[in-house]
């Protein structure tokens, strides 16, 4: 069963535009991270947060978290070319099993 | 792509035939996975290694199985391959995830089951 679900599905902008996406998830983490990927690739990861954690920042990337809502969002400041990818949530499966659950998904377009 | 290598890359195969599809890490990893990656679904995880010869199934785990007999080898074996196994395949490694370890893929095998 999906953990984390992405909002939007799909996303087109301009280059130069911020990019947010978002991360519903259903049961009590300890982290979430974020991971994209380039067509035709693996994933490659992110950014991880811990659920002690509100924000986080990693170069042009900006992840918060909100366990009270169960929800994390995926800010791409100033975006380029290069960013379009697909971007995915990921929660510890936890329930005695280890490893991720990936949500969906969000399409990334960055438009020239 | 931190030391992971998948083979093969792309596969076509016929219905009934059993298929075996190996990740290959050489950093060491305890944990190591196998998901696969379908339209519409995400990523789903099929089974999982905590160490030699210690595995269990993911949430989609019926019609594999797998084996790790050395901790950088982890296999994944389509018994009696069907269409609805058509997937892209990813191996994972990493350290344990509820501690915040991060996953590292390679880069996918391509399956078709005609």
């Known amino acids: 069963s999906q953990q984390g679900e992405e909002d939007p599905q799909a996303l087109s902008i301009q280059e130069g535009e911020n990019a947010t996406m978002n991360c519903s998830y259903k049961t009590s983490i300890n982290n979430l991270q974020w991971y994209r990927q380039n067509s035709g690739r693996g994933l490659v990861h992110l950014i991880l947060i811990r659920s002690n954690e509100r924000e986080k920042h990693s170069g042009r990337l900006r992840v918060t978290l909100d366990t009270s809502k169960k929800s994390s969002s995926l800010l791409i400041t100033a975006s380029r070319a290069a960013d379009t990818a697909s971007y995915f949530c990921?929660?510890?499966?936890?329930?005695?099993?280890?490893?991720?659950?990936f949500g969906k998904g969000t399409h990334l377009i960055i438009q020239p | 792509d931190a030391g992971i290598t998948q083979s093969p890359r792309h596969k076509v195969t016929e219905t009934g035939t059993p298929v075996t599809l190996r990740c290959h890490q050489t950093?060491?990893?305890?944990?190591m996975y196998w998901y696969r990656q379908d339209p519409g679904h995400g990523l789903r995880l099929i089974h999982y290694s905590y160490g030699v010869k210690d595995t269990d199934k993911g949430e989609v785990s019926d019609g594999y199985s797998v084996s790790r007999s050395k901790t950088e080898d982890f296999l994944l074996t389509l018994e009696s391959a069907t269409s609805s196994q058509t997937s892209v395949y990813f191996c994972?490694?990493?350290?344990?995830?509820?501690?915040?370890?991060?996953?590292?893929f390679g880069q996918g095998t391509r399956l078709t089951v005609v």
């Open positions: 990921a929660t510890p499966s936890g329930g005695g099993a280890d490893g991720l659950t």
């Open positions: 994972a490694i990493s350290h344990e995830i509820t501690s915040g370890g991060e996953a590292f």
């Open positions: 950093e060491n990893h305890r944990y």
